[in-house]
């Protein structure tokens, strides 16, 4: 098990929605190589002309610079299959949209695919971990990171813990909040 982020190990964000990209954005920000995945394929351009978009209005108001924008970009991966997006990760952030069932589709999947000691993050608002949790074969691994948005602006990302969720994985969670500059509850 990760006691702290292993930085050599893309993280996996899957979905790139409003979330997603912000997410994305933000750990890429930080220097972790993130790989970006929606089952959407239109959603991935979309994502990264969001994130441009946004760096651009920030470096015009001089909150970033190019050079900003350029380490977040060369973090910053699109992945059309599930499969590439999560090849070699150990963390792996779900953002799909409050569905049960496409999230239980994508759980189901990430279970069945990734490594058994990858930790899985969702950051559902509304859902139970607990539940998401025992869509899997790991629950002890399924841990809830509750970005708020705009997540590059917002500081707080709320840790929620399933009741199988392991002391380490809310470890490994808190981890990377703190290395990406975040605090938790």
Not at 47 to 52: K, N, Y
Not at 115 to 120: E, G, K, M
Request: aromatic share 4%; glycine share 8%; hydrophobic share 45%.
């Amino acid at each position: 098990m990760l006691t702290s982020v292993d930085s050599a190990s893309p993280i996996a964000v899957i979905g790139a929605g409003t979330m997603g990209r912000g997410i994305a954005r933000v750990i890429a920000g930080a220097g972790f190589d993130v790989n970006l995945h929606d089952a959407q394929r239109d959603a991935l351009p979309r994502a990264l002309a969001e994130i441009d978009a946004s760096l651009d209005r920030e470096i015009a108001r001089g909150s970033q610079t190019e050079d900003d924008k350029a380490r977040v970009r060369s973090h910053l991966h699109t992945c059309e299959g599930l499969a590439e997006a999560i090849e070699g990760t150990r963390f792996v952030i779900e953002t799909v949209p409050e569905d049960p069932d496409i999230k239980r589709d994508v759980f189901v999947a990430l279970d069945a695919s990734v490594d058994a000691s990858a930790l899985l993050a969702t950051n559902t608002s509304a859902m139970s971990v607990t539940e998401i949790g025992a869509w899997t074969r790991r629950p002890e691994r399924v841990v809830g990171m509750h970005f708020f948005n705009p997540a590059h602006r917002m500081r707080l990302v709320e840790i929620v813990r399933g009741i199988d969720t392991s002391e380490e994985t809310v470890a490994e969670a808190l981890s990377l909040c703190r290395a990406i500059g975040k605090e938790t509850n």
